[in-house]
């Protein structure tokens, strides 16, 4: 069985908007740290504002916390954010078809 993350990157704080340098990033930061992963644009609610957030989805088959934490704290400090959202759903069937 897998375990899924799912991680809640807010928008850059100065646009409150996701734009493509920005997203690129993200893509950078999280591509240190897992080969494979999803990126999605939506809504976020924080301290009661809407922002655009980005959702990442990684499926691994060996969960190493110690690399999540380094990976939020790098999104953290090289986004200049407050804090990232993590989600973390143990034993997720996930085939590749």
Do not use: H, P
Request: charged residues 35%; proline residues 0%.
């Amino acid at each position: 069985m897998a375990t899924k993350i799912i991680l809640y990157i807010g928008a850059d704080n100065v646009t409150k908007r996701i734009n493509e340098e920005y997203k690129c990033k993200v893509e950078k930061i999280l591509a240190r740290y897992w080969e494979g992963f999803t990126l999605k644009k939506c809504d976020g609610y924080y301290k009661g504002e809407v922002e655009e957030s980005l959702e990442a989805v990684i499926i691994v088959l060996k969960l190493v916390f110690k690399d999540l934490e380094d990976c939020v704290n790098d999104l953290k400090v090289e986004l200049v954010q407050e804090s990232i959202g993590v989600e973390i759903i143990a034993n997720v069937e996930f085939k590749l078809k």
